[in-house]
């Protein structure tokens, strides 16, 4: 699966983005999907997941209540709706996709196969 984020930008802290996540090739509607994020001189860190199916979901602590994760598997789309948004939450974001045609989420960097190319999200203070 070929994956592309994009919808990232700068924004004042408070405001919201929308970034989307579109995948192309054979199966994506049995791919797990994630997000995870990348700010300078930092590890990568997982954000966000979501089920083949939409049917689970789940979130780092920190974006709990601010950021919510969708997809739209006729599309092939996944979208992350960031909003809230803080100076810290400022970093590349990345989407990932693995093969789990089961209800789970996959939370951890090395499970993914698939990696977009990042979308850079800057929060201004």
């Known amino acids: 699966v070929q994956l592309q984020a994009s919808g990232g930008g700068l924004v004042q802290a408070g405001g919201s983005l929308r970034l989307s996540c579109a995948a192309s090739g054979y199966g994506f509607s049995n791919n797990a999907v994630g997000w995870f994020r990348q700010a300078p001189g930092k590890e990568r860190e997982f954000v966000s997941a979501i089920s083949f199916n939409g049917g689970m979901t789940d979130y780092r602590d920190t974006v709990k209540g601010r950021f919510s994760i969708s997809r739209d598997n006729a599309k092939e789309m996944v979208y992350l709706q960031m909003n809230s948004l803080r100076p810290e939450d400022t970093a590349i974001y990345y989407c990932?996709?693995?093969?789990?045609?089961?209800?789970?989420?996959?939370?951890?960097?090395?499970?993914?196969?698939?990696w977009g190319q990042g979308t850079l999200v800057t929060v201004s203070s």
């Open positions: 990932a996709a693995v093969y789990a045609p089961h209800n789970i989420v996959v939370v951890t960097t090395g499970e993914y196969v698939d």
